[in-house]
């Protein structure tokens, strides 16, 4: 027996399988890029708006979303609150435990913004969120409307 009979032929690679590796290597790349992009995004989003009306009679509470891709903000109901307060007032609700007297933030993430935050205020409780508001345990639903 001779020595080349053992011995194997290198094969080149069919243009196929170079072909879906090359194509593999650049959607993993692309994803890759696409998810830093996204998390530069979301941890950069402006926070949620607090915004306290005082009138007369009765002050209000209503939160307010970052615009969207649509360019479209939504915004929470109104909601009486008890608390008394000398003049409107617009906060990021990352500062209102320090911009607003006699509110508390319970729980907070804004790992990516707007974030979750937990508000007790005038007697209740707001827990805001990207996807809904729940005010004193009940579901409240955002509003959509254009930039005045």
Same mark, same amino acid.
């Given at each position: 027996m001779s020595d080349s009979s053992n011995m194997r032929i290198k094969e080149t690679?069919?243009?196929?399988?170079?072909?879906t590796i090359r194509l593999v290597i650049k959607a993993t790349f692309i994803a890759f890029a696409l998810s830093i992009v996204a998390y530069i995004w979301l941890a950069n989003r402006p926070a949620f708006v607090m915004v306290v009306t005082a009138s007369t009679k009765s002050t209000t509470v209503k939160f307010v979303q970052p615009r969207g891709f649509d360019n479209l903000r939504e915004e929470s109901p109104d909601f009486l609150v008890e608390a008394a307060v000398a003049q409107s007032i617009e906060l990021d609700l990352r500062d209102v435990?320090? =911009?607003l007297p006699g509110a508390t933030i319970e729980f907070s993430?804004?790992?990516f913004?707007?974030?979750?935050?937990?508000?007790r205020y005038g007697g209740r409780v707001f827990d805001?969120?990207? =996807?809904?508001?729940?005010v004193d345990g009940k579901d409240e639903s955002w509003l959509p409307t254009r930039d005045k």
């Open positions: 690679p069919r243009p196929k399988v170079v072909f435990e320090k =911009s993430d804004t790992t913004l707007p974030g979750r935050i937990r508000i805001v969120m990207s =996807s809904q508001i729940i």
